[in-house]
């Protein structure tokens, strides 16, 4: 039994069947990231002045992988039209050329970009404590040039205060040993105990928070450049160049704190809706990759399907060729609003 | 086509179905074969049904005697739902559903009767079904797509069974799952942080979704790519356009809220806020989130596809109305093409509605009075389906046979659902009738004597041509006039309590109001007798569903005497459907033409060559 129409098109409607199946997805999938990008604008308009965060990402980087997710779209066309010019070699070429850029722009995400973020510190300072952090906040300089006012603090962690008198010792030197990290006595407070080391990550934070009777007093955070010099008029707007954290350290108290993670989901609706997007984006991106690399491998299916019917494959390479095109239209919106705006 | 070529096909379709021979697992559970899936569909999806019903039964004996154990199975229930669902009552008789039992049972029963009773189905089942078979085609576009749809719907009912049994019990947050109630819920210590009603549901959805969206980009790339010869686009039966406009309505309404479950999940396993409010505090204390999130957001996106749902539901209902009406009447339906247009405006003006559900969140009266305007523009379309199909009665020499019983009780009772609903469009009313019994009988209406009476006389109009057996007449006369009766004891009341004031959902029936809804709260055991009499009246037909299969009066190919093309197969149908090459020479429903030999004239019969004024014969591709 043989479904008609599977590599020839149908005359009047002019199209093979998968050709028809794929616009009909990639009208869901338009309407699936259609439903997360709306989302993004309701948050975003909604958001307090100032909650939502500007240049938290590493543009140059987000710009390198959009200019190798386009030429991947390009060499997945050079594919498509060497496989209906009959050129098994060129098209490998093309295909792997492809199949490369997409594994580059996953390896260059969830290896450097996702990674970076997590290490990263944020805390958002409550509304009536924001005047006692006016030396990293700069909302005076801001208020003079009608800016929106700045609430949280940000960087890397150093160091973090903690009262441990009423912990169980024990649980706590476990855990210092197993996180590679020292304590010692505060100089000013012989009550309270300091906490660093190499791994001092947001997560392991909130981790050593939940052994019993640890109460976190303060963080000590090597701050970003726009908290460490909040009224130089570089930092009025977000950076093109990414710069990391400064050596000048801040001082956080805990009970000052509204809300405070590392740039994870939960930071706030923003970086919530970057990483939900991204990483359905990402998923798409390796099902691409998938499935681009399955028309190349010399398997049933694959290429080897050039020997027996030639226009077939030819056809499934336009169809995976669409839905990467869709990926790469989903990441020319993700570019600007997430990095740029 | 010349005779040589017909018969060559002919031989090519008989020796291609003499040599298949999947074996058990490919021909009964991974089947890709469309009849298959569409009978596996039908079957979960009546049990569902079945099982969302029994959660109302004991809803409703909780309503009608708040705090009284469910007699003789309430020992049963404890055990199977646990104790945070059933107590022991004063005396220690077991069987008290609880508070978080009711919420948990009133969720559990929208979500299963949509998602996982009637969608299935109404759409996925008979369209599997029957769709193929309509148009003539061999299968579905891709059958491997059907059955990963169907596997992806299976998945998604296991984790909605499986989330009655967790601790805490199945979600409880209505089946709307409005945040932030749906955030909090089941999150603690004693819960999962997996294994919870409310993160089984979200993650149950969203495999349901994926199948539903894999099966409409299946339906719409068979009726658009695989019409037989012949089958032009207006000379498609009525439920295959119903079937189409509806897969148009799940492709591109059911993604944001795919989207929308996706951050619930995040929500509730990774802490985001997509969904909570700035200082939200629960129980007295502040909560983990950041804030900054928006529990309108999730309204927006929720009924931005359970709005088309409700088209959705009930489409496929009138398809198969429209059907049997036709094959009934004995002449062709009135207006189809008018039919055609309306189904379309309709499914477009769908998109266009869904705040209506959301007057009460203070959107501001510009915007409310646009959705006041659609809504009352959608009424339009519906009224052309109804009317249509009212006026197809006109002047017909009805066979009330089974399927027809039904399908003439559909159009008084979708009509009551329907006008019922033209209030509740304006704002100022829908305000004081919003959460009230008034909108559960208004959407009740449409989908259970409306919907559920088309999918059954669905299911006694097309259980021949899957069985080869006719259902048995006295069981279903008897099935019939018991639920028309007793549905309508369960319905028409809720509309004097809704309009007395009573909310949808107060857990003992709204004693804890008596005096304000004194003159309504007896309705209560009114409603609640008639819906154990309305489960009784299912016996007969589960018996005959049953029985008929093995012990039913041999089907002809024919049985109705109908003339769309599904009837032009063998009964079964064998694989690959059809045993002749298919070419279609007129419309769905030529019934009664003047001067045909016989009172109807199938689509596939070649018009007679010495008649002046036959059809023109179809161009070798279809035209188009």
């Known amino acids: ?341 | 086509m010349s005779t040589a070529a017909l018969t060559h096909a002919h031989d090519a379709l008989a020796h291609d179905d003499h040599h298949y021979d999947p074996g058990f697992w490919r021909k009964w559970v991974f089947s890709t074969d469309h009849k298959m899936i569409g009978v596996q569909y039908g079957v979960t999806g009546l049990a569902f049904l079945m099982f969302g019903f029994c959660l109302m039964m004991v809803m409703r004996w909780q309503l009608a005697h708040p705090g009284e154990a469910v007699p003789y199975i309430g020992g049963l229930l404890r055990t199977l739902f646990g104790s945070s669902a059933f107590q022991s009552d004063a005396k220690g008789i077991p069987g008290v559903l609880t508070a978080n039992g009711y919420n948990s049972f009133g969720a559990m029963h929208g979500t299963i009767m949509v998602f996982f009773g009637i969608v299935p189905v109404a759409f996925a089942a008979f369209g599997n079904f029957v769709v193929p078979l309509q148009i003539g085609a061999i299968d579905m576009t891709f059958p491997r797509i059907n059955m990963a749809s169907f596997w992806c719907f299976f998945i998604s009912c296991i984790f909605m069974l499986v989330s009655f049994v967790v601790p805490g019990g199945a979600a409880k947050s209505g089946w709307t799952s409005y945040p932030p109630l749906s955030g909090i819920a089941d999150l603690g210590p004693l819960n999962h942080v997996f294994m919870n009603g409310q993160t089984l549901w979200v993650t149950g959805m969203v495999f349901n979704i994926t199948a539903s969206l894999l099966g409409s980009v299946n339906f719409i790339a068979t009726i658009i790519q695989l019409r037989a010869p012949g089958m032009t686009w207006m000379r498609l039966p009525f439920f295959v356009w119903a079937q189409f406009v509806t897969a148009f309505l799940l492709l591109l309404a059911f993604p944001p809220l795919e989207a929308a479950g996706v951050m619930q999940l995040m929500d509730r396993a990774f802490d985001t806020s997509f969904f909570m409010p700035t200082g939200l505090i629960v129980n007295g204390a502040t909560t983990q989130w950041s804030g900054g999130g928006s529990p309108i957001l999730w309204q927006h996106l929720f009924w931005f596809l359970a709005h088309p749902e409700v088209y959705v539901l009930i489409l496929p209902g009138i398809g198969m109305v429209a059907e049997i009406i036709a094959n009934n009447t004995r002449k062709p339906l009135y207006g189809y093409k008018a039919m055609v247009g309306a189904i379309f405006v309709l499914g477009f003006l769908s998109f266009v509605v869904w705040a209506h559900h959301m007057y009460m969140t203070g959107m501001g009266a510009k915007v409310s009075a646009f959705f006041q305007v659609t809504t009352v523009m959608i009424s339009v379309p519906s009224v052309i389906l109804v009317t249509a199909l009212m006026l197809s009665l006109w002047g017909g020499s009805i066979r009330f046979t089974m399927p027809m019983l039904f399908a003439t009780a559909f159009l008084p009772m979708f009509g009551i659902g329907g006008l019922t609903g033209i209030p509740l469009a304006f704002n100022a009313v829908d305000l004081y009738l919003h959460d009230t019994y008034y909108v559960i009988g208004h959407f009740h209406y449409v989908v259970a004597p409306g919907t559920i009476f088309a999918i059954f006389a669905g299911v006694y109009y097309w259980y021949p041509k899957a069985t080869g057996r006719m259902l048995n007449e006295f069981l279903g006369r008897m099935h019939f006039w018991g639920s028309l009766i007793f549905i309508n004891g369960i319905f028409f009341p809720m509309f004097l309590q809704g309009m007395a004031g009573v909310h949808r959902r107060w857990y003992d029936g709204g004693a804890a109001y008596e005096q304000i809804i004194k003159p309504v709260i007896h309705w209560n055991n009114f409603m609640s007798v008639s819906a154990f009499l309305l489960g009784l009246a299912q016996i007969p037909f589960i018996i005959n569903f049953c029985w008929s299969i093995w012990y039913g009066r041999k089907a002809s190919d024919n049985p109705w005497d109908s003339t769309t093309v599904e009837w032009d197969t063998p009964t079964p149908p064998p694989h690959g459907n059809f045993t002749k090459e298919i070419t279609v020479y007129r419309g769905p429903y030529e019934y009664s033409v003047p001067g045909a030999d016989k009172d109807f004239t199938p689509q596939t019969e070649a018009p007679k060559a010495d008649k002046p004024h036959s059809p023109t014969p179809p161009a070798a591709a279809p035209a188009h």
């Open chain 1, 1 to 341: 039994m043989q479904i008609p129409h599977e590599v020839t098109a149908r005359p009047d409607t002019g199209l093979y069947n998968a050709k028809l199946g794929i616009w009909l997805f990639l009208a869901s999938e338009v309407m699936l990231f259609g439903g997360l990008f709306s989302a993004y604008i309701f948050l975003r308009m909604g958001a307090e002045d100032g909650y939502w965060p500007h240049g938290l990402l590493n543009v140059p980087v987000g710009a390198a992988n959009t200019v190798v997710l386009i030429l991947s779209s390009v060499t997945v066309v050079l594919a498509w039209a060497s496989l209906k010019m009959r050129k098994f070699s060129q098209y490998k070429l093309w295909m792997g050329i492809s199949i490369l850029c997409g594994a580059l722009f996953l390896i260059v995400k969830l290896a450097y970009e996702w990674p970076q973020k997590f290490e990263h510190f944020g805390a958002f300072i409550k509304k009536d404590a924001i005047a006692k952090y006016e030396p990293y906040l700069g909302n005076a300089h801001l208020k003079e040039k009608k800016l929106a006012p700045r609430v949280e603090i940000s960087g890397h962690l150093h160091e973090v205060e903690i009262d441990a008198t009423a912990a169980d010792k024990e649980k706590l030197d476990v855990f210092l040993k197993e996180h590679d990290l020292t304590s010692a006595p505060d100089a000013h407070d012989a009550k309270l105990q300091l906490v660093k080391g190499h791994h001092l990550t947001p997560g392991v934070v909130e981790h050593l928070e939940k052994v019993p009777g640890v109460k976190l007093i303060a963080f000590e955070v090597a701050l970003d450049p726009v908290n460490a010099d909040p009224t130089n008029p570089e930092s009025d707007k977000p950076h093109f160049w990414y710069k990391g954290a400064t050596e000048k350290i801040g001082k956080i108290q805990r009970q000052d704190v509204e809300s405070w993670s590392a740039f994870a989901p939960k930071h706030s609706p923003y970086f919530a809706v970057y990483f939900t997007i991204t990483g359905l984006h990402g998923l798409h991106v390796l099902a691409g990759v998938l499935i681009m690399l399955y028309f190349w491998l010399p398997i049933e299916g694959g290429a080897n399907m050039f020997k027996r019917n030639p226009e077939h494959l030819a056809n499934r390479v336009e169809v995976v060729g669409l839905f990467w095109h869709f990926v790469d239209l989903v990441w020319i919106f993700v570019f600007p609003i997430f990095y740029l705006l």
